[in-house]
């Protein structure tokens, strides 16, 4: 019986945890249980809410500075929503080209193409040796062939 109540409660708590929590309703306790959200972040949701509640999620990235699509993709990913909405990536809000990332993403391309590819096989410094030449007959000699017993006995 006891199994069952910690079971029940564990799985009580796994559900609580996985719990969406609405932005636009979320008090900065409930905010800071989201991982990735500290209590600055926090704090400038919370600013940024009094202002006005937050429409979509374009809305939310715009308006609270240090939230950009990699964090609310997080975010959603641990259950954050606004009016009930997950977050939907790069659909939900148009990504700006940066040609200093792509320029990194590039290099970073290339250099994972060059550690990839194999070392080229080192030459040998000196030509290997010749073994050595085996001798004509063997060094111990052979030992003598037992006499048969078997014949004489009898």
């Not at 009580?12 to 500290?38: C, M, R, T």
């Not at 641990?78 to 990536?89: D, L, S, V």
Request: charge should be positive; hydrophobic fraction near 45%.
């Amino acid at each position: 019986m006891l199994k069952k109540i910690l079971a029940l409660v564990a799985m009580l708590y796994a559900a609580a945890s996985f719990a969406a929590v609405d932005v636009n309703k979320a008090s900065a306790a409930d905010l800071d249980g989201i991982k990735g959200i500290g209590p600055t972040t926090s704090t400038r949701i919370l600013d940024e809410r009094k202002k006005g509640n937050f429409k979509d999620w374009n809305d939310f990235i715009e308006r609270v500075k240090g939230v950009g699509e990699g964090n609310a993709a997080k975010f959603s990913a641990e259950g954050m929503t606004i009016n009930g909405t997950p977050f939907k990536g790069a659909a939900a809000a148009p990504a700006k080209a940066d040609p200093k990332t792509d320029a990194k993403a590039d290099a970073k391309k290339k250099d994972s193409k060059v550690a990839a590819m194999p070392a080229p096989a080192a030459a040998p410094a000196t030509p290997a040796a010749k073994p050595a030449a085996m001798p004509a007959t063997p060094s111990t000699p052979a030992m003598p062939a037992a006499p048969a017993a078997s014949a004489a006995k009898k």
